[in-house]
């Protein structure tokens, strides 16, 4: 296992020392070759990350934790130079469709005035859809206004409706006030007539008994 680590640690030195020539961009540099180069390093440490993970778990018990952090840091290292390598590939794609770019603009054949259709016409377009973003923006905001008005009209109309729903619930209140009073006067008069009634038929048996 101690072979098989010193030989990945020593690939991603000399992976680390490939990005450093890259960087440097020396004259006759063979900039397909180190990429290629470089590709191959990377994978061939991330092979041997794989089997010392293997090697780790056969290995003595109180040697495994120390041996699973120096893979770890081998595994950390590869990453590292992955994301290196992403970062400068796109560098050279950006590059490169930047320079494809102003070669096309270089070699752009322009004719007389009366074939004229190149960036005059891209101008024209933006400028057109410009204008109509406007127009849009206008009417949304006279979208938006109208409805702001009418969420106005609908609070009045709420404002008249609430008004008129307190107005009726006072009178019920009213009304019902009303009703318990005259409900109480005919229960008050219901009283006195029985209590008339009673009090004649009183008033009937003792002239009775009297003139008997």
């Known amino acids: 296992m101690e072979t098989l680590y010193h030989q990945t640690n020593k690939l991603v030195q000399e992976t680390q020392h490939l990005f450093s020539q890259l960087e440097k961009r020396t004259p ?87 074939h004229i259709d ?10 057109s859809s410009l204008k109509n973003a406007l127009h849009g923006m206008d009417d949304l905001l006279q979208s938006g206004s109208s409805i702001l008005d009418s969420l106005r009209s609908q609070r009045i109309t709420l404002k008249g409706a609430h008004k008129k729903l307190i107005d009726i619930g006072n009178t019920l209140g009213l009304s019902n006030t009303t009703m318990r009073l005259i409900e109480n006067r005919t229960r008050q008069d219901g009283f006195i007539l029985v209590g008339g009634m009673l009090f004649t038929c009183v008033v009937i048996i003792l002239v009775i008994i009297y003139l008997a």
């Open 118 to 127: 190149i960036m005059i016409d891209h101008n024209a377009q933006h400028n």
């Open 28 to 114: 006759n540099l063979d900039v397909k070759d180190i990429e290629t180069n470089i590709k191959s390093k990377i994978n061939l440490i991330n092979s041997n990350c794989e089997r010392l993970d293997i090697l780790c778990l056969k290995g003595p018990i109180y040697q495994r934790q120390n041996a699973k952090m120096r893979v770890d840091q081998l595994k950390y290292d590869s990453r590292h130079l992955t994301a290196a390598l992403n970062s400068w590939q796109n560098q050279m794609l950006k590059k490169q469709r930047e320079e494809a770019e102003r070669e096309a603009l270089l070699s752009r054949q322009f004719t007389t005035n009366d």
